[in-house]
Nanobody, 130 residues
Framework: QVQLAESGGGSVQAGGSLRLSCSASGYTYSANCMGWFRQVPGKEREGVAAIHSAGGNLYYADYADSVKDRFTISRDDGKNTVYLQMNSLKPEDTAMYYC????????????????????WGQGTQVTVSS
């Protein structure tokens, strides 16, 4: 089992930045795939970023087109933490953000589909005002 806890959400004006953190505990060595998803009421949960650990210091990442060049996902395996740096925030980025993890091959991990992820956090709210 892997437990995930998000932090770092809040309210910010458009153009601002936030950094989300996701702290993992439990059998974290198995979670080679980590992702960030977001959801607004009435819509599907969207995978915005994913990062896959290939061993050593080699990582692969992928992003949704809507956040590419604005968001950066990173992970610190020594701290069992994954981050989502969000810059140039827009009102449409407003959502509940969830951290997710799984033991997954790189392809399925980076496709950022919800059913490829096993473990989920409780979410942290991000609100961007215009």
């Amino acid at each position: 089992q892997v437990q995930l806890a998000e932090s770092g959400g809040g309210s910010v004006q458009a153009g601002g930045s936030l950094r989300l953190s996701c702290s993992a505990s439990g059998y974290t060595y198995s979670a080679n795939c980590m992702g960030w998803f977001r959801q607004v009421p009435g819509k599907e949960r969207e995978g915005v970023a994913a990062i896959h650990s290939a061993g050593g210091n080699l990582y692969y990442a992928d992003y949704a087109d809507s956040v590419k060049d604005r968001f950066t996902i990173s992970r610190d395996d020594g701290k069992n933490t994954v981050y989502l740096q969000m810059n140039s925030l827009k009102p449409e980025d407003t959502a509940m953000y969830y951290c997710a993890a799984s033991s997954q091959n790189r392809g399925l991990c980076l496709r950022r589909q919800r059913n490829a992820y096993t473990y989920w956090g409780q979410g942290t709210q991000v609100t961007v005002s215009s």
